[in-house]
């Protein structure tokens, strides 16, 4: 019976370990998205300053 848990852990662990991968990709991604957007709000709204311009209306989530 110890043998059959054994087999088990080995079966599902390739799976565990591309999953957690998966994850941490994604995860990565999003959050180079999020700092990138917020680095060209941040240009943006310091351009839109020095031309004398009214701050950009934020964004409206759909």
């Known amino acids: 019976m110890d043998s059959f848990w054994v087999a088990a852990l080995w079966a599902i662990l390739p799976t565990i370990v591309v999953s957690g ?7 990565s991604i ?10 060209y709000a941040r240009i943006d709204a310091e351009e ?3 031309r004398g311009l009214p701050p950009a209306a934020p964004a409206t989530e759909q």
């Open 30 to 39: 999003i959050r180079a998205d999020r700092n990138e957007r917020r680095e």
């Open 48 to 50: 839109r300053a020095a």
């Open 21 to 27: 991968l998966f994850f941490w990709v994604l995860r």
